[in-house]
């Protein structure tokens, strides 16, 4: 069991409010050699709205069980070596294709309101990373598209 805890003061994204420590929760995640390494995330409570957010490391993506390298290497075409069946591979480019365009669009508004880099190529962990601390993720817990109205 690992135990993963950030340093940085973190802000609510619904409200601006200050996030204080809650609990912490389980979630695993199948790396590239196909192993699940259980983690123990740190949940936040804002102080404003009460809501609870889950402060998740890098290398894992909302909602989905393997793990951002993982989710890359199959985007990218790349041979994983992850040893699933390759019907999860298909699932994984189509759910990619479906949200492309969405998280792009969130990068360059990023960009343009100078939050973003104009320096950093746009690759998929960039996208994630942009759309997750924007507060814009596109899909509910279910992994159904929720386009940004």
Same mark, same amino acid.
């Given at each position: 069991?690992?135990?993963?805890?950030?340093?940085?003061?973190?802000l609510c994204p619904k409200c601006l409010g200050?996030?204080?420590?809650?609990?912490?929760?389980?979630?695993?995640?199948?790396?590239?050699?196909?192993?699940?390494?259980?983690?123990?995330?740190?949940?936040?409570?804002?102080?404003?709205?009460?809501?609870?957010?889950?402060? /998740?490391?890098?290398?894992?993506?909302?909602?989905?069980?393997?793990?951002?390298?993982?989710?890359?290497?199959?985007?990218?075409?790349?041979?994983?070596?992850?040893?699933?069946?390759?019907?999860?591979?298909?699932?994984?480019?189509?759910?990619?294709?479906?949200?492309?365009?969405?998280?792009?669009?969130?990068?360059h508004q990023r960009l343009k309101l100078g939050?973003?880099?104009?320096?950093?190529?746009?690759?998929? /962990?960039? /996208?994630?990373?942009?759309?997750?601390?924007?507060?814009?993720?596109?899909?509910?817990?279910?992994?159904?598209?929720?386009?940004?109205?």
């Open positions: 069991m690992f135990y993963v805890t950030g340093t940085e003061t973190v200050t996030l204080r420590p809650y609990d912490r929760r389980r979630r695993s995640v199948i790396n590239h050699e196909g192993f699940k390494k259980a983690h123990k995330l740190r949940r936040l409570r804002c102080e404003n709205c009460l809501s609870l957010h889950v402060e /998740l490391p890098g290398f894992m993506i909302p909602y989905k069980r393997h793990s951002s390298a993982v989710v890359e290497s199959v985007i990218s075409g790349e041979k994983p070596g992850v040893p699933f069946e390759e019907r999860t591979g298909k699932k994984i480019k189509a759910w990619y294709k479906k949200i492309e365009n969405h998280l792009k669009g969130i990068f939050f973003a880099s104009p320096s950093v190529v746009p690759c998929f /962990l960039v /996208l994630v990373k942009v759309a997750v601390n924007s507060g814009n993720w596109p899909c509910h817990p279910f992994g159904h598209f929720r386009p940004a109205i």
